[in-house]
DNA sequence: TGCTAAGCGAGACGGTACGTCGCGTCTTCGG
DNA sequence: CCGAAGACGCGACGTACCGTCTCGCTTAGCA
């Protein structure tokens, strides 16, 4: 969450933690039935059934709201959720059976999209929140092989973590294409390995 | 143009061929100096010299005005206008030479994004208008350089065409990191190139 | 008219005056069926089968087209056109009979008011064509009588000339109540004739 | 007011009353300053402190504004802030003397009087708000009169009582003249007196 | 147990962009 | 040059949404 704040006082009446949850599950609701533009602020609330100023207590603008919305989403894979399968193309398969449902975090991103130049901070917690995550699980992953030795020496670790997600986003986004296996097989099967690897050794000597 | 539909019926006053040049100078000045949120319909319609009723009777909604706002100023670059320097390398290198001011097009593909998975027309104009054009220049370029016989028999060259979008679109709208030279150069000397033509070879040496 | 304008150049195609009536008319028909706030230019133009310009080379505005759509409409009734039947009762009666159908006029009197106060060469207009013709019917009357010498001496006839157009137009525009044969009685049985003549003498027994 | 309503639910944050009054009086001033064509409904918001929202909250239109602007402003005059003088005419002299600053209501009604005949509930506000007050006033002083016998028999003092009004609106409105003492004389002296009284006893017997 | 500050749902607030529509002018065509 | 058609600049209209503020009520925690 991006709401700890931890006053130290704790004067009155304590906030609903239960309130979060409602809110932003209609959030993500809202979002994936109406998009970003026609979601609004006021929607979420009444389908929490909670009133505006109990939204904007927890978070500053819409932006913010959604971005967590869809942060907590998928907030679950860390790195060593991956099983080690002993190569770098069992991993990443591995890795795309955990993230089936990370689809609606692009909807959201989708909005956020517009307003990343002007807002510095924004484009940081997005960055943050749902960028860096998972590049940084790709990054792992090749980390991992690269200590097995099945990466080419030399190979720029950061370009290549960035390119699953540079993929995923425009197909999604711009493409406006679905996110089927195929597609998924391509980009770790036709991009990622061999750029990592070099030939097609994988898992075998 | 979206806005040919090439009337057969030629009554009344014809519309000022002049205003569309000027209203889309307008929108793309005003896109870049405030963004796409930021920018109005009022404001290009004031700073263009024209009415509002003016801007609405060619494009039916901002989202509309931004794309032929964006899609008319790099219209340019044609496959053939890139030099056929003898190499893949060489080509691509003179592609990016071409298209140093097309930046502005990301921003306002930033505010259109959130509209286009409830806006399959919309979708499909950005498509063929801003996407569609430039990935088919990567293609282009990629099939002559098969023609040469330097692509590894059997790449998918649609996937590799598709890759130097996706990675400048991500690092615009989504890392908001600038598009230097360095990067461009990584595009192709340690992505494109190695996935299209296997190791170093190219025509060269 | 309004627009005699009667230039003494008379190069090329002459104005077609039947476009005068057809417009007149449509203008007359567009504000009785919607109103002066809601008739619109355009729509008394393609009701007429005209175009706007064709309208405002004939009338400077929608004001003065309201104003001439409704004046050459009662235009007939001149004091001579009231015949003498002896007594001011009876002159006032035949009055009546003659403008059973002047009641469109105040339909655009209506719109018109609200532009007076701030345009007082449109208010020199309403005057000359809508109010004192009517005023000076009633005064020819009233002067009619005087000489017969039914009215009382030193009676102010411009005052008395008055009361019916102004009784008349608030019923209309302000109360709302129909202009039914009770009420035209009312007004001169029970005002003007009380007023102009004294008592019940007029010459009748 | 036209808003009362006087729901019964008391949820959310109450309507700021002070905002009714801000706006009220924006709304009379813009009209009187501008007139009711030129006035504009931002024009009111702005002068009035006040978002657009706040006012289409509690006005459906422009026309249901200025009615209420106008209403509001002369509420003041009820029949027995009229002192007694013992006579009919030191009566209407003393009401005419109260209500000297009443003349913003016929700018305001100029306005208005178009849409009338198209707007039935409109006219309805208009005849309680406007009309009917000022009738009831001379209505009362006429049926104070007759208590005191100053009337002739049998005279229609509802007829009597929509003279003033109606000379007053006409006066001002179409004809565009003011409504100076004169005027005003004339109308108690030489029509309303001698129609209730008859003769010119007035107070004297 | 009763006080009090802060939480809550609801919705009004100021502001501002949207997209529509009407006015009165201007510009094309054909007659 | 007239006439139909309709585009033009302008600007008001009424709607919607954002993010803030304010109402009356409820709910802890301290006394």
């Known amino acids: 969450m991006t709401t700890p704040v931890s006053a130290p006082r704790r004067l ?4 609903d933690a239960t309130r ?6 209609a959030a993500r609701d809202e ?3 109406r998009g970003y533009e026609r979601m609004t602020m006021s929607g979420v609330a009444a389908r929490a059934g909670a009133g505006k100023a109990t939204v904007y207590r927890r978070w500053a603008s819409k932006a913010e709201l959604v971005i967590d919305a869809v942060a907590c989403g998928s907030r679950g894979i860390a790195p060593e959720d ?3 399968t002993g190569s770098l193309r069992g991993d990443l398969r591995a890795l795309h059976d955990l993230k089936h449902r990370d689809e609606g975090i692009w909807q959201a991103l989708a909005g956020l999209v517009s307003e990343l130049p002007h807002a510095p901070e924004l484009a940081a917690v997005v960055d943050e929140r749902l960028v860096r995550p998972r590049v940084a699980l ?9 200590r ?3 990466l080419i020496p030399g190979v720029d670790v ?9 993929m995923i986003a425009y197909r999604l986004l711009v493409s406006g294409e679905p996110l089927d296996d195929e597609f ?10 061999p750029l990592a690897t070099g030939g097609r050794r994988s898992s075998a000597s």
Chains 1, 2, 3, 4 share one sequence.
């Open 138 to 146: 790709v990054r792992a992953l090749l980390e991992r092989a690269d």
């Open 148 to 150: 097995r030795g099945e």
């Open 82 to 84: 991956v099983p080690d």
């Open 12 to 15: 009155g009446r304590p906030r």
């Open 20 to 25: 979060d949850a409602d809110i932003l599950r």
């Open 158 to 166: 950061d370009l290549l973590a960035g390119l699953p997600p540079a």
């Open 31 to 33: 979002l994936a039935e």
């Open 184 to 193: 998924l097989r391509a980009v770790t099967d036709r991009v990622l390995l």
